[in-house]
C-alpha cells in the first residue's frame, strides 16, 4: 500500500503530460505545415531565380578563352592574359591567375589554380545547400503535417461518433494535402539542386583545363613564358 499513492501519482503525471502533448498537436492541427511549405516554396524560388541570373551573367566567355589560348601558344602569357578582356566567369578568372604567374613555373600555376578554382566553386555554390536540403526534407515536413492531421482526425471522431467513418475521412483527405505539397516542393527543388551541381562541375572542369593547357605550354616552351606583368612592372620601376 504505501507504494501505490506515488505509482498512481507518478501515472497522473504521465496522462497529464501525455494529455497536454496531445492538446498541443490538436490545437496545432497541418494547417501550419502547409504554410510553413509555402514560405519554403517561395524562398526556393527566389533562390533559383537569383541562381539562374548568376549564371547566366557569369557565363563561359567561349571567345575570349580561344582567343586566349591562341595568343599563348603564339606570343606568350603577357599576350594571352590582354586577350582575356575583363570577364568575370570562373574560367576568366582562373586563366587570368594562370596566365599571371606563369613565369613561376607549372608548379605554382598549379597551385593558383587550384585555390581560385575552390574559391570561384564556393561563390557559384552559393545557395545550393538550401535547394538540396529543401529537396531531401520538403517529404518528411508535408508527413508531419499529415500525421497532425490524422491526430486531429480521429479525435474528432472520437468526439461525435454519429458522423462515423464520413468524419476520420475527410480529415484524414485534408491532412494528405500536406503530403502532397510536401512532394511539390520537393520535386522541383531537387532537380533545380542536381541541374545547377552539374552546371558548376562543369564550370570548374572547363576552369581546370585551361589551368592544364598553361602548364602544358609552360612544360614544352618554358623559356617563353617571359616575366608575370606585375614582375616587369616592379623591374622597371
Do not use: K
Not at 562543369?202 to 583545363?209: L, Q
Amino acid at each position: 500500500m504505501p507504494t501505490a499513492a506515488p505509482a498512481a501519482a507518478a501515472a497522473a503525471h504521465t496522462a497529464t503530460v501525455d494529455g497536454q502533448l496531445l492538446d498541443l498537436m490538436l490545437r496545432l492541427g497541418s494547417r501550419w505545415v502547409l504554410w510553413l511549405l509555402l514560405g519554403l516554396s517561395l524562398l526556393a524560388v527566389a533562390q533559383m531565380l537569383e541562381r539562374v541570373w548568376f549564371y547566366l551573367r557569369e557565363r563561359r566567355p567561349a571567345e575570349a578563352l580561344d582567343r586566349a589560348l591562341d595568343q599563348l601558344h603564339t606570343q606568350g602569357a603577357e599576350a594571352a592574359l590582354q586577350a582575356l578582356g575583363t570577364s568575370g566567369s570562373m574560367e576568366a578568372e582562373v586563366a587570368r591567375v594562370a596566365l599571371a604567374h606563369a613565369a613561376d613555373g607549372p608548379t605554382s600555376v598549379a597551385e593558383h589554380v587550384a585555390a581560385r578554382v575552390e574559391r570561384e566553386r564556393l561563390r557559384y555554390e552559393r545557395g545550393l545547400a538550401f535547394l538540396g536540403t529543401l529537396g531531401s526534407n520538403a517529404p518528411f515536413i508535408g508527413l508531419f503535417g499529415t500525421v497532425l492531421g490524422i491526430i486531429r482526425a480521429f479525435d474528432d471522431l472520437s468526439a461525435n461518433t454519429a458522423q462515423g467513418a464520413s468524419a476520420v475521412m475527410s480529415g484524414i483527405a485534408e491532412a494528405l494535402v500536406a503530403t502532397a505539397v510536401g512532394l511539390l516542393v520537393a520535386l522541383p527543388a531537387v532537380a533545380t539542386y542536381n541541374v545547377f551541381a552539374r552546371h558548376v562541375e562543369r564550370c570548374v572542369a572547363s576552369a581546370e583545363a585551361f589551368g592544364h593547357e598553361v602548364q602544358a605550354w609552360l612544360t614544352r616552351a618554358p623559356r617563353s613564358a617571359g616575366p608575370a606583368p606585375d614582375a616587369r612592372r616592379d623591374g622597371e620601376a
